[in-house]
């Protein structure tokens, strides 16, 4: 049996340093920004943090794979013979946040048992004072500035037209888009804080729905098992549960079908 209190630990130990790395980096004249071949900007300090985490789990969980967003690792730890656990690693979720300024974006590391069920997860967002973590049954915590952490539940928010909704942006809905904007006009507050931070917002009950039309599993796994353990659901616009779907949304599960319906009419 696997102790994933001691998971936990090893990745917060891992957020400590990703975080130094980050913020070394963080409004620095010296971040270096490519551009990958889907146009989306990388820079220098994604992937000297995926390297960095890669290299600690090497030693301290060498039977353990790694999924991530930089350096990939998909086809071992999702092959249909792959009886290992294995880490899912985005290590600057948020990069165009990240490169202008914005102080909305975190590393994002979570732990995947043999069964593709996320097990631990932590959320670490320096330039906004803020940590989220979560191990399976352990409930889930926020840490602001350092401070002693608290533990954190999903709104009792039942009806969608009392409902905060948080969303990235109206790109990527395909067929959907008319549906979400036409609910906009039906529930109480809509606002586009986007990736990571919707989705601790839902776990610490100041948003009762997040979503996300287009993710990859990276932007998922950590935030799944934090928004589960604090009470709610996370899945997909399909129905589908849990962080291994094409998009992503939590919600405080009392809206979640509601939510659903209302996106595929």
């Known amino acids: 049996m696997r102790d994933f209190a001691l998971d936990l630990s090893l990745a917060l130990r891992l957020a400590d340093a990703a975080d130094a790395m980050s913020m070394a980096k ?16 990388v820079t220098d300090a994604d992937k000297g943090i995926e390297f960095m ?8 969980r060498p039977l353990d794979l790694v999924i991530g967003e930089e350096f ?7 092959a249909p013979a792959n009886k290992n656990f294995y880490w899912v690693i985005d290590p600057i979720d948020g990069t165009k ?3 202008r300024g914005v102080p909305t974006w975190a590393t994002l590391i979570a732990l995947v048992n043999p069964s593709h069920e996320v097990v631990v997860g932590v959320v670490s967002a320096p330039a906004l004072y803020r940590r989220w973590y979560a191990h399976q049954d352990g409930g889930a915590f926020v ?13 009792a928010v039942s009806e969608l037209s009392d ?9 990527g809905w395909g067929d959907r888009r008319q549906r979400f904007i036409d609910l906009q006009e039906k529930i109480w507050r809509t ?10 917002l839902v776990a610490e009950g100041a948003v009762d729905i997040a979503v996300e039309p287009s993710l990859a599993l990276w932007d998922m796994a950590a935030n799944a098992i934090i928004v589960t353990e604090a009470g709610g659901i996370f899945g997909d616009l399909d129905g589908g549960r849990g962080a291994h779907g094409p998009s992503g949304l939590s919600t405080n599960g009392k809206l979640h079908q509601a939510f659903l319906d209302a996106m595929n009419k």
């Open 26 to 41: 963080y409004r620095s004249e010296a971040l270096v920004v490519e551009t990958k071949p889907d146009l989306t900007p």
């Open 97 to 99: 946040n990240f490169v």
């Open 53 to 60: 985490i890669r290299d600690v789990l090497s030693q301290e």
């Open 191 to 200: 606002r586009g804080l986007g990736d990571f931070w919707s989705h601790m």
């Open 143 to 155: 840490v602001e500035n350092g401070d002693t952490p608290r533990k954190i539940h999903v709104s």
């Open 163 to 171: 409902a905060s909704i948080s969303y990235s942006d109206l790109a």
């Open 72 to 78: 990939g690792g998909k086809e071992d730890a999702l």
